[in-house]
Each structure stands twice: as structure tokens, then as C-alpha cells.
């Protein structure tokens, strides 16, 4: 069955230590998203990318990194720059990059420092 | 700026109705409604398009107010699986049409 695999679930990071969140699909979506989502706060999007080799940045990239080499890879990187790192993280793709079609999500990564 | 739903919470018992509520203070071209569990990944429920769309999925349907940039979300003699937090997702005229911008979310718990 198609869909968003993230890995891993769970997550440690030290102080100092970037960490990378895996997400891939085998949707065939061109767009590709990462939202960060902590308690009470709903769905605020980090990056997103459109097409491969493109990306943006979301509402809160500051401390965050990605890259797009491959339609079914957005890895994102946590940097040491993110001092609260804590959260759950959802990638998610849609057909195309637009607002107009549905976005599917993936299971999620749940980030926690050590 | 994120839309704000309302209520923030809401408790019902099984059979009974619910409304969630969407505001923006931008123009919008979209509203997208999601379901998420605790501990899930959100579960997309249906997108309106136009003013005054209504939309409806089982017993849920939606309607769009393009003009009041609000929308609503109808949970009819809601079952105990309706149970989770509901997000609405906003698409800004004349900003990026490629991103969504989502609301803090409506906790919706559903007894038996």
C-alpha cells in the first residue's frame, strides 16, 4: 500500500548534536511537507518543497534544515541552532503543491532531549 | 496568522450534534478539515473550495463563508469514533498558494 513512512518514532538528541527525521512516500506526490506540533499549538510548518531540488521555508525554519534530492526523500535536520527541539514532528505530501488538494500525513517522529 | 477555532474544546454523549467553528482575519480560496487521534497522524476529512460551499462526508458535512473568511464543520449524531481533535487548514488568497496554515485545533470527545 502507498504511503509516508517517517522514521524513526522516537527520538534523543543531546545537547549540541544535529539529528536528522527521515520521511519518505511512494504516493508519487510532488509536494512534500514538514510541520512541527506541540500541545495546544496545532500544525506549524517548517518547510515544504514543491518539486524536487526546490524547497521554502515554512512559518518556523529558523534552526531547521532540509533537502530534496529524490521526490520520495525530505529528510529533515534538527540543527543545535533549535534550542527546543521538543515536539512531534509530521511530514506529510499532497498531488501537487498547491492549497487545493488533501495532505496526507505520516505517522510522526516524537523529538525529545536528553 | 493562524485561523482560530471555537469552540477549543467540546464534550458530547453519544448521538448528540457538535459544531467547530474557523475564522481567518485573511482572504481565503481554501479550508481543509482534518481528524487526528492522540498519538496519530491527521486524518484528512474534506477540502471546500468556494464561497458558500457545503461539503458533506457520512455525518459530517461542512460549509465555507468566503465572504466572513469563516468556516464550520457539522458532526451529526456523532459516534464514540468522532472522538479526537479537529484542525482546519487555511489556503490565503493573494499569499502562498502552496502552504497551509492550521488552527490550534478543536478537542472533541464523544461518552457513551
Known amino acids: 500500500d502507498g504511503g509516508i513512512t517517517q522514521s524513526p518514532k522516537y527520538l534523543f538528541r543531546k545537547e549540541g548534536q544535529n539529528v536528522t527525521l527521515s520521511c519518505e512516500q511512494n504516493?508519487?506526490?510532488?509536494?512534500m511537507y514538514w510541520y512541527r506540533q506541540d500541545p495546544g499549538q496545532g500544525l506549524r510548518l517548517i518547510y515544504y518543497?514543491?518539486?524536487?531540488?526546490?524547497?521554502q521555508k515554512g512559518d518556523i525554519a529558523e534552526g531547521y534544515s532540509v533537502s530534496r534530492e529524490k521526490k520520495e526523500s525530505f529528510p529533515l535536520t534538527v540543527t543545535s541552532a533549535q534550542k527546543n527541539p521538543t515536539a512531534f514532528y509530521l511530514c506529510?505530501?499532497?498531488?501537487?503543491?498547491?492549497?487545493?488538494?488533501?495532505?496526507?500525513f505520516g505517522d510522526g517522529t516524537r523529538l525529545s532531549i536528553l | 496568522q493562524q485561523p482560530v477555532q471555537s469552540p477549543q474544546a467540546v464534550i458530547l454523549r453519544e448521538g448528540e450534534d457538535a459544531v467547530i467553528n474557523c475564522s481567518s482575519s485573511k482572504a481565503l480560496y481554501s479550508v481543509h478539515w482534518y481528524r487526528q487521534k492522540h498519538g496519530e497522524a491527521p486524518v484528512f476529512l474534506m477540502i471546500?473550495?468556494?464561497?458558500?460551499e457545503q461539503k458533506g462526508h457520512e455525518k459530517i458535512s461542512a460549509s465555507f463563508n468566503e465572504k466572513k473568511q469563516q468556516s464550520s464543520l457539522y458532526l451529526t449524531a456523532s459516534q464514540l469514533s468522532y472522538s479526537g481533535t479537529y484542525f482546519c487548514g487555511t489556503g490565503e488568497s493573494g499569499g502562498s498558494n502552496y502552504k497551509l496554515t492550521f488552527g490550534k485545533g478543536t478537542l472533541l470527545t464523544v461518552n457513551p
Open positions: 518543497s514543491q518539486i524536487v531540488n526546490d524547497f
Open positions: 504516493l508519487n506526490h510532488d509536494a
Open positions: 471546500l473550495l468556494k464561497g458558500g
Open positions: 506529510a505530501s499532497s498531488t501537487t503543491g498547491d492549497a487545493i488538494k488533501p495532505q496526507h
